[in-house]
Protein backbone atom coordinates (compact mmCIF):
# COMPACT_ATOMS: atom_id res chain seq x y z
CA UNK A 1 0.00 0.00 0.00
CA UNK A 2 1.69 3.21 -1.04
CA UNK A 3 1.68 6.12 1.57
CA UNK A 4 1.81 9.94 1.75
CA UNK A 5 5.06 11.07 2.51
CA UNK A 6 5.82 14.24 4.79
CA UNK A 7 8.80 16.59 4.00
CA UNK A 8 9.69 20.24 5.90
CA UNK A 9 9.90 19.66 9.26
CA UNK A 10 13.09 21.11 11.17
CA UNK A 11 13.90 22.59 13.85
CA UNK A 12 13.16 26.31 14.56
CA UNK A 13 13.15 29.05 17.08
CA UNK A 14 10.04 30.01 18.50
CA UNK A 15 8.13 32.93 16.50
CA UNK A 16 9.31 30.99 13.57
CA UNK A 17 8.08 29.26 10.72
CA UNK A 18 7.89 26.46 8.58
CA UNK A 19 6.34 25.11 5.88
CA UNK A 20 5.29 21.25 5.71
CA UNK A 21 4.70 19.10 2.28
CA UNK A 22 2.92 16.21 1.48
CA UNK A 23 2.74 14.08 -1.56
CA UNK A 24 0.01 11.73 -1.65
CA UNK A 25 0.48 8.82 -3.64
CA UNK A 26 -1.34 8.04 -6.83
CA UNK A 27 -4.52 11.03 -7.89
CA UNK A 28 -6.93 10.78 -4.87
CA UNK A 29 -6.54 13.87 -3.54
CA UNK A 30 -9.07 15.80 -6.07
CA UNK A 31 -12.04 14.38 -4.12
CA UNK A 32 -11.30 13.51 -0.48
CA UNK A 33 -10.85 15.62 2.73
CA UNK A 34 -7.20 15.70 3.90
CA UNK A 35 -5.45 16.77 6.94
CA UNK A 36 -2.64 17.47 9.32
CA UNK A 37 -2.37 15.49 11.86
CA UNK A 38 0.36 15.90 15.12
CA UNK A 39 1.74 13.24 17.69
CA UNK A 40 3.12 13.63 20.85
CA UNK A 41 5.50 11.26 22.32
CA UNK A 42 3.18 8.37 23.98
CA UNK A 43 0.10 10.17 22.88
CA UNK A 44 -2.62 9.80 20.37
CA UNK A 45 -2.60 11.11 16.68
CA UNK A 46 -4.85 13.90 16.36
CA UNK A 47 -5.93 16.18 13.55
CA UNK A 48 -4.53 19.50 13.40
CA UNK A 49 -6.37 20.90 10.40
CA UNK A 50 -8.50 19.48 7.70
CA UNK A 51 -9.44 20.28 4.22
CA UNK A 52 -12.38 19.44 1.97
CA UNK A 53 -12.35 18.85 -1.76
CA UNK A 54 -14.32 22.38 -1.90
CA UNK A 55 -11.23 23.74 -0.05
CA UNK A 56 -13.25 23.96 3.05
CA UNK A 57 -10.67 24.44 6.00
CA UNK A 58 -11.06 23.79 9.39
CA UNK A 59 -8.49 24.01 12.48
CA UNK A 60 -7.75 23.42 16.36
CA UNK A 61 -8.05 26.33 18.36
CA UNK A 62 -4.44 25.87 19.02
CA UNK A 63 -3.70 26.00 14.74
CA UNK A 64 -6.12 28.87 14.55
CA UNK A 65 -4.79 32.43 12.92
CA UNK A 66 -1.17 30.38 12.72
CA UNK A 67 -1.69 27.72 10.66
CA UNK A 68 -2.76 27.86 6.85
CA UNK A 69 -3.64 24.56 5.21
CA UNK A 70 -3.75 24.30 1.32
CA UNK A 71 -3.57 22.10 -1.81
CA UNK A 72 -2.60 21.47 -4.99
CA UNK A 73 -4.67 18.83 -6.12
CA UNK A 74 -2.69 18.93 -10.07
CA UNK A 75 0.61 17.82 -7.94
CA UNK A 76 -1.17 15.81 -5.37
CA UNK A 77 0.03 17.94 -2.73
CA UNK A 78 -0.66 18.93 0.85
CA UNK A 79 0.89 21.90 2.51
CA UNK A 80 0.62 23.50 6.30
CA UNK A 81 2.36 27.13 6.57
CA UNK A 82 2.85 26.89 10.15
CA UNK A 83 3.73 30.66 11.50
CA UNK A 84 4.41 32.13 15.15
CA UNK A 85 5.34 28.39 16.44
CA UNK A 86 5.04 27.52 20.19
CA UNK A 87 7.25 25.52 21.71
CA UNK A 88 3.94 23.26 22.19
CA UNK A 89 4.00 22.66 18.70
CA UNK A 90 7.21 20.15 19.02
CA UNK A 91 5.64 17.01 17.78
CA UNK A 92 5.71 14.67 15.00
CA UNK A 93 3.57 15.55 11.59
CA UNK A 94 1.63 13.32 9.99
CA UNK A 95 -1.14 13.87 6.69
CA UNK A 96 -3.32 11.55 5.55
CA UNK A 97 -7.11 11.32 4.92
CA UNK A 98 -8.99 13.06 6.97
CA UNK A 99 -10.63 10.60 9.35
CA UNK A 100 -7.60 8.08 8.45
CA UNK A 101 -6.88 4.81 10.99
CA UNK A 102 -4.33 3.62 8.84
CA UNK A 103 -2.03 3.78 5.79
CA UNK A 104 0.06 6.33 7.56
CA UNK A 105 3.63 8.31 6.18
CA UNK A 106 7.05 8.46 8.64
CA UNK A 107 5.46 11.57 9.60
CA UNK A 108 7.91 14.50 9.71
CA UNK A 109 9.49 16.08 13.12
CA UNK A 110 8.59 19.73 14.13
CA UNK A 111 10.96 21.08 16.80
CA UNK A 112 10.08 24.83 18.02
CA UNK A 113 13.04 25.81 20.89
CA UNK A 114 11.79 28.41 23.41
Known amino acids: QERPVESGGGVVQAGGSLRLSCVFP????????VAWYRQYPEKKREPVAY???????NYTDSAKGRFTISRDNAQNTLFLQMNSLKPEDTARYYC????????WGPGTQVTVSS
Open 96 to 103: NNYGARDG
Open 26 to 33: GNILSFVS
Open 51 to 57: ITGRYAT
